[in-house]
């Protein structure tokens, strides 16, 4: 009875490893068809049977793709806007994240739920107010419309924040009050050491958000030149896809994802741990 129970079990474990194994090859695959692709000939890219291994890697469409456009500019753009928007924001939602989770504050709990409910509206349906509301100011075509909006703070990482400081006892920071210490200390001092784990993981969650936007800055960046990384890629698939130039618009692609993959790819347990102790926590 035991053995059958044991054999039942390896084999469910098999059984599921082999499914996970297929599913990370479908994922990877499309990565890796990017990869390979950027590295063919235009003729290549349609050669039967498909080449996953380019018989000789043609490295220079990774010199030409940075005159074939602006493409420089373009990361220039999103690291500002990923970058601002990610420390600033970063600040900001840490510091509300600890007013909701441990402040004495009254109707503090119906202003969180309200704040959750915006996340309830599908960002479609603000476009056009936003738009018109940026466009009376004179921010269509600048940066400032990906920007300022967020500089307030991130919903989603307030409420992951919030749920990681239920962790933290009250009797600490009544401890810390007694002695003398004024919330502003007690924040730099003792909660900021302590939840220093999941900023970090969400502050990369955000970043990769912000950083991989496309809809926001295709609706107030016009100028090419002061368009973000993911619409300039937009504009070469446009543009060369009709020349079949393919191989281009991969290049262009895989230097786009180099920064996240190896945000990611860094920071991964960090991100994976602190999901799993926020979700865990009420």
């Known amino acids: 009875m035991a053995r059958t129970v044991k054999q039942r079990y390896r084999t469910g474990n098999i059984i599921v490893a082999v499914a996970l194994l297929i599913g990370g090859i479908i994922m990877v695959a499309p990565l890796l068809w990017m990869v390979s692709t950027s590295l063919k000939t235009r003729e290549g890219v349609f050669a039967l049977p498909p080449e996953w291994i380019p018989p000789v890697p043609q490295w220079e469409n990774y010199v030409r793709v940075w005159s074939a456009g602006p493409l420089l500019s373009g990361i220039k753009n999103s690291l500002i806007v990923s970058l601002s928007v990610t420390i600033i924001g970063s600040i900001t939602s840490t510091l509300a994240a600890f007013a909701f989770a441990k402040l004495r504050l009254p109707g503090k709990n119906a202003i969180f739920l309200f704040m959750l409910a915006g996340l309830m509206i599908p960002f479609p349906t603000l ?3 936003q738009f ?3 466009a009376s100011v004179g921010w ?3 940066l400032l419309p990906l920007i300022v909006p967020f500089l307030f703070g991130n919903i989603m990482m307030i409420f992951f924040l919030r749920q990681y400081l239920h962790s933290v006892p009250d009797s600490l920071i009544e401890a810390a ?3 003398g210490a004024g919330y502003g200390r007690i924040f730099a001092s003792m909660i900021l050491p302590l939840i220093r784990p999941a900023i970090a993981a969400q ?6 958000a912000v950083w991989n936007d496309y809809l926001a800055p295709l609706i107030y960046l016009n ?6 990384l ?3 890629i937009a504009n070469f698939n446009a543009n060369y896809a009709i020349q079949t130039d393919y191989p281009l618009i991969m290049a262009a692609s895989v230097i786009a994802l180099v920064p996240v993959f190896a945000i990611f790819v860094a920071f991964q347990r960090q991100i994976i741990e602190s999901v799993a102790l926020t979700g865990s926590k009420g």
Do not use: A, R, S
């Open 140 to 142: 269509v075509d600048t």
């Open 203 to 208: 502050f990369i969650l955000w970043f990769m």
């Open 230 to 232: 993911q619409v300039v």
């Open 177 to 179: 009050k007694i002695d």
């Open 127 to 129: 476009m056009i107010p």
């Open 132 to 134: 018109v509301m940026f």
């Open 223 to 228: 100028t090419p030149e002061k368009q973000t």
